[in-house]
């Protein structure tokens, strides 16, 4: 089996590493860019050219089937063993073994030296403590000193510690890094496309513990009535030309609501595998979902590693998460190609891609030993007093504070792309609209001013922008160009003035707004307007 350039690049990479370096690599491959190939090639390699012993880890039954048949099909004449429980074999003398860590962990001593170590979902492997990764890793090297091991993941990181590549952790470097929309364009994974909700969690209220929402509140939050209808009746209705939608719930509560839901409001069967669902049932439900005998499946927490279902055309977020790992993984089982899938849409009701960024961006947040929690403040620019944001008004003189930049949480779900450089137009009506000057931070006092507007397009959502008047050259002429539109008097050069008029109501309604939203960069901006009648000038003399 051929290799992709950018598999042999990654295999290429783990030899120069384990030659020039005396610590253990990392290779980073999106999902579905066939990890299972790579580490196929670098086991054969190591019994064919090397005469060495391997080991392939995973930690779910799905991992460990898909990775036998990869390496069976690469290692052509070399005996592949499994050692699993739930695959009942215990093979313990072939060359190359694919173990389950839960059936092994403690079995290091009754396995042989092994001279490659390859962790599958890398990320599993916890810096600290002594879990099952770690305790097997210690005996290993306690049988073998010089067993070198190689991690192969989706996700670098974890949310409780930060990346997995540490000087003093099993896994040291990342020695290969492939991008998802590098293999996108490659025409290697699937397209992704998003679009808005009718109707998304506020995850404001939210507490976390152990820094992922508490699971009871976030199940709490997204089981209500309102939400689990709207949700399903727009999933049925995105998905109408669809092949296989896979939906992620936020408790097993919630996900039979949602079976209930998307059968009784729209007669249509979903499926529903959770942690305690028996292997038979489970594996029977998956096999229909694989070929096409059940469109829709919901699931808790049991589907973001190891679940390979290539002809998924839809993933539906309907549960937050303050893990980027999980974000990925969960958006990552439609990245697989299909010939019958032109891309994969992503239905995001937990707000979770406006929370991390784009899938291509997300980052690993490093943990510090000294975490400060400061409460958000502003200051009041009448009186300079400090208060906490959550005033509408200063409490020391009255001064009304300007409607936030941007909504935190909005009644209805703006759209969110998925990946970096996407841009969603999208336009509302306008509700209100209110008038300010606005002055820059920390500029001299003889600095140049702006009107600032603010457009009030749904519950505490507010989009702004700003009117240079009193700036110089292309600014001007923008602000120029502005206000001639709205007005028939000629644009103001001053910020009073300019507020003056539009709030005696000389400046012609917007009716609404076309915002654009840009994944990646921290603003939206507004692309157009559509605006009343300018109001006749009250100030004309009324002809005889």
């Keep these: 089996m051929k290799l992709r350039e950018y598999q042999s ?10 030659r020039t370096r005396d610590d253990n690599p990392v290779v980073v491959l999106p999902t579905g ?57 215990r093979d313990t003398e072939t060359p190359i073994l694919v173990a389950g860590i839960q059936s092994i962990y403690q079995r290091a001593c009754d396995l042989d030296p092994f001279d490659l170590i390859i962790i599958d979902e890398a990320h599993m492997l916890s810096r600290k403590g002594d879990g099952m990764y770690r305790q097997f890793l210690k005996d290993c090297q306690v049988i073998n000193p010089h067993t070198r091991v190689i991690g192969l993941t989706a996700t670098p990181f974890r949310l409780d510690s930060g ?3 540490t000087p003093d952790h099993f896994l040291n470097h990342v020695c290969y890094d ?16 998003s679009k808005s909700g009718e109707q998304r969690a506020d995850t404001e209220q939210l507490h976390i513990r152990g820094g992922e929402f508490i699971a009871g509140e976030a199940e709490a ?14 999933i049925v209705d995105r998905t109408a030309t669809r092949q296989c939608c896979l939906i992620f719930a936020a408790g097993v509560a919630h996900a039979k609501a949602i079976v209930e839901a998307m059968w009784d409001g729209h007669g249509v ?18 096999s229909d979902f694989r070929t096409g005998k059940l469109k829709y499946l919901v699931n808790v927490s049991v589907l973001t590693t190891g679940f390979d279902s290539p002809n998924i055309d839809c993933v539906a977020l309907l549960r937050p998460t303050m893990s980027p790992g999980l974000l990925l993984q969960m958006v990552g089982r439609g990245f697989r190609l299909h010939p019958e899938k032109e891309n994969c849409l992503i239905l995001d009701f937990g707000g979770n891609i406006e929370r991390h960024g784009p899938i291509d961006q997300i980052k690993p947040v490093e943990k510090t030993s000294q975490q400060t929690t400061m409460s958000p403040a502003k200051t009041c620019e009448n009186c300079q007093a400090i208060v906490a944001c959550g005033y509408t008004q200063c409490p020391e003189c009255g001064h009304p504070f300007p409607p936030p930049e941007r909504e935190m949480h909005a009644a209805t779900a703006t759209n969110a792309g998925v990946l970096s450089g996407e841009r969603v137009d999208t336009n509302y009506e306008v509700i209100d609209t209110v008038y300010r000057i606005h002055v820059k931070r920390d500029a001299p006092q003889e600095a140049p001013r702006c009107l600032r507007v603010d457009y009030m397009v749904g519950l505490n959502h507010w989009q702004s922008e700003y009117i240079c008047v009193e700036h110089q050259g292309y600014a001007r002429g923008k602000a120029e160009a502005w206000w001639n539109m709205r007005c028939g008097e000629p644009c103001p050069t001053s910020a009073e003035e ?22 990646g960069e921290k603003y939206d901006r507004i692309i157009d307007h559509k605006l009343s009648q300018i109001p006749l000038n009250e100030l004309e003399e009324v002809p005889f």
């Excluded at 690049?9 to 384990?18: F, G, I, W």
């Excluded at 492939?178 to 496309?193: H, M, T």
């Design 163 to 165: 990346t997995i590549c």
């Design 33 to 89: 860019a066939g990890k299972s190939l790579v580490l196929g090639r670098i086991a054969t390699d190591a019994v064919r050219l090397w005469n060495g012993r391997v080991l392939i880890l995973a930690h779910v039954k799905e991992l460990l089937q898909q990775n036998a048949e990869k390496v069976k099909s690469l290692c052509e004449g070399i005996p592949v063993g499994i050692y699993s429980a739930g695959l009942k074999r």
């Design 269 to 286: 069967k979903c499926g529903l595998v959770t942690g305690k669902t028996p292997v038979d049932e489970r594996d029977r439900i998956l």
């Design 498 to 519: 300019a507020m003056a008029m539009a709030d005696s109501g000389m400046l012609a309604p917007t009716e609404s707004i076309t915002i654009r939203r840009t994944a």
């Design 9 to 18: 690049a990654a295999v290429d990479a783990v030899y120069d590493h384990l």
């Design 221 to 234: 939050l997204m089981n209500t009535e309102s939400l689990v209808s709207s949700a399903c009746r727009e």
């Design 178 to 193: 492939v991008g998802i929309k590098e293999l996108i364009r490659g025409g290697y994974l699937s397209p992704l496309v």
